[in-house]
């Protein structure tokens, strides 16, 4: 897989970390997170099963694909500007996991029909 992605005319590196390697990770309990000031999306490497329990490889794959796109519209909303001008009383929307699951999980089936529709 590629190592850098462009996000809105911004250069992103990909990586791969072992939760047992990336404090940030394993203190936090995520399986990624994206570094808004230093441009770097991090998945977490699902092979390691005490972090990951009970995931077969097609699992591990499928679960690590979810946790990228997630993190790619965390870089979306970062790179748009909602990184922090979302304020409400309860915070930011655009750092609500709840929101950004929704699009990280949707975006492949919207995409299939832009695609179906050529849309795009």
């Known amino acids: 897989m590629k190592n850098t992605v462009n996000i809105l005319g911004t250069e992103y590196i990909i990586e791969t970390h ?3 390697e990336d404090s940030y990770l394993e203190k936090n309990r995520l399986a990624g997170y994206c570094g808004e000031e230093d441009k ?3 998945v977490a490497d699902m092979s390691e099963e005490k972090y990951f ?5 097609k699992a591990q794959e ?16 970062n790179e748009s500007g909602l990184s922090y ?9 655009s750092k609500n996991e709840e929101m950004v699951d929704w ?4 975006s ?7 695609e179906e529709l050529e849309v795009l």
């Open 108 to 114: 492949p089936k919207i995409m299939r029909v832009f």
């Open 18 to 20: 072992k939760v047992s």
């Open 85 to 93: 001008s979302s304020n409400r009383y309860e915070g930011a929307w």
């Open 40 to 42: 770097l999306i991090v």
């Open 62 to 77: 499928k679960y690590w694909k979810k946790t990228l796109r997630h993190e790619i519209t965390h870089a979306f909303l």
């Open 53 to 57: 329990t009970g995931m077969d490889e």
């Open 103 to 106: 699009f990280a999980i949707q």
